[in-house]
Antibody, heavy 118, light 112 residues
């Protein structure tokens, strides 16, 4: 059974930083191209970025609105995905989800809430 | 960027009646491996999106067989053969062929 458990969210002041984690199990994490998406309150789903498997180069790609502030990384030894968010803005307030949309198990986790407020 | 267009925006359905949601992409989602990189999700109120259909027509584990997906290339359809009360929520299609990955705007299914 695929399990994706996000953590690390919380209340942060504008300009602050956070690191989100995503613990994965039930599929081949090492071979997966992992993504983060987010959902602002009352809005639709927005893709943030992805990281390819190490075997495919381990490179990252980001949506234009977050490029330069967000960084995705992975630790295959821990089956864990990370999202480092710097320079947080009010508009980054959202629930953040991780998943493997390129594979045969494109589930999303239960999400972690990031609230940016002064 | 591949634009995903869902219709209708809102869909009131009588329980037991069928429902159909359309999703169109601005470019073909058919990969050279033969798979259409199109997934369907249902987000129930207060919950995370749950996977219904992957690669256009494959039902996810545990998903009732009243849900089915069809289509290829740029036109896709999600069908519910007989709506149940527990099926209300917002349905999203998503393309995973090309970055940036993009979602449809959502279709809100409610009880008529």
């Amino acid at each position: 059974e695929v399990q994706l458990v996000e953590s690390g969210g919380g209340l942060v002041k504008p300009g602050g930083s956070l690191r989100l984690s995503c613990a994965a199990s039930g599929f081949s994490f090492t071979n997966a191209w992992m993504s983060w998406v987010r959902q602002a309150p009352g809005k639709g789903l927005e893709w943030i970025g992805l990281i390819k498997s190490r075997g495919d180069g381990g490179t990252t790609d980001y949506a234009a609105p977050v490029k330069g502030r967000f960084a995705i990384s992975r630790d295959d030894s821990k089956n864990t995905l990370y999202l480092q968010i710097n320079g947080l803005k009010i508009e980054d307030t959202a629930v953040y989800y991780c998943g493997d949309p390129h594979g045969r198990s494109p589930y999303w986790g239960q999400g972690t809430l990031v609230t940016v407020s002064s | 960027e591949i634009v995903m267009t869902q219709s209708p925006l809102s869909l009131p359905v009588t329980p037991g009646e069928p429902a159909s949601i359309s999703c169109r992409s601005s470019q073909s989602l058919l990969n050279r491996n033969g798979y259409n990189y199109l997934h369907w999700y249902l987000q129930k109120p207060g919950q995370s999106p749950q996977l219904l259909i992957y690669f256009a027509s494959n039902r996810a584990s545990g998903v009732p067989d009243r849900f089915s997906g069809s289509g290829s290339g740029t036109d896709f359809t999600l069908r519910i053969s007989g709506l149940e009360v527990e099926d209300v929520g917002v349905y999203y299609c998503m393309q995973a062929l090309q970055s940036p990955l993009t979602f449809g705007g959502g279709t809100k299914v409610e009880i008529k």
